[in-house]
């Protein structure tokens, strides 16, 4: 919770605002947390727009589609929402899809003694943790779908769910468009200008390390890196470089 602890604070300190922007960048993580953290911004907003200019895979597919609307770049990308499973008894997290795939091997295998050993070493914890995974990804995308026709709601959830196999399977604005997703077009001024600042923001990332929070808007100004606030730092090298 300490991403969506932190943007709760930062909220805090600025007004409601009639349409807030979110450029989303990120390979996924906890789906709850994500779950939180958008109803946290959803509430200082009239209408939240989030920007994909690269990739928002896993929860961060979630966070996206959870958005009024979906600024999906040419390069841009979403991905199924496949969870993370973290194992009952060690501290070890498995892509629930994984679990699929070796439930199916022991259903499929004829020989009784290998279907028999296969199936002792998965531990019910574990696949009673997946099982409440997968039901809780279907249950955050449904949500999600709520304003899809619904002549695609259904394509919709399965799209982010369960059609793809691979965990990192890009999902791009035409599969988008046919499943219905609410996509906002931009023209192509806004698109460079949207893609001058995603590098901006990545190659910083890159040279400082860690994932990146950037939060800015005219009355608060954030960096925050890897859990640490580097603020103060990041202005003292912006006024430097002007110097």
């Given at each position: ?7 709760k ?5 600025i007004?409601?605002?009639?349409k ?10 906890d789906?709850?947390s ?11 907003c ?14 961060a597919?979630l ?18 929402v496949d ?28 020989d009784k003694?290998?279907k028999l ?6 531990d019910?914890?574990?696949?009673g943790?997946?099982?409440?995974a997968?039901?809780s990804?279907?249950?955050y995308?449904k ?8 002549d ?14 691979s ?6 604005e ?17 698109e ?13 990332g890159?040279?400082l ?7 800015q ?5 954030r ?16 006024r430097?470089?002007?110097?």
């Amino acid at each position: 919770m300490s991403l969506a602890y932190q943007v709760k604070k930062d909220l805090r300190k600025i007004e409601h605002m009639e349409k807030l922007y979110l450029l989303v960048e990120s390979g996924g993580g906890d789906i709850d947390s994500t779950a939180k953290l958008s109803k946290l911004i959803k509430k200082r907003c009239d209408e939240l727009v989030t920007i994909v200019p690269f990739y928002a895979k896993s929860a961060a597919t979630l966070f996206a589609l959870d958005a009024d609307k979906l600024i999906l770049c040419e390069s841009g990308e979403l991905g199924p929402v496949d969870p993370q499973v973290k194992h009952p008894s060690v501290d070890m997290w498995f892509p629930a899809r994984s679990i699929e795939e070796a439930i199916k091997v022991v259903e499929e295998t004829d020989d009784k003694i290998v279907k028999l050993s296969m199936a002792d070493k998965l531990d019910p914890l574990l696949l009673g943790a997946y099982n409440e995974a997968r039901g809780s990804s279907h249950q955050y995308v449904k949500e999600t779908a709520e304003d899809v026709s619904d002549d695609k709601r259904d394509d919709f959830i399965h799209t982010f769910t369960d059609r793809f196999r691979s965990h990192g399977h890009p999902i791009d604005e035409s599969i988008c468009e046919e499943v219905g997703v609410n996509l906002a077009e931009i023209d192509d001024d806004l698109e460079e200008k949207i893609q001058e600042l995603h590098e901006i923001y990545v190659d910083t990332g890159i040279e400082l390390g860690g994932d990146t929070l950037i939060f800015q808007t005219r009355e608060l100004q954030r960096v925050v890196v890897g859990g640490n606030d580097i603020t103060d730092q990041m202005k003292s090298l912006e006024r430097e470089e002007r110097e």
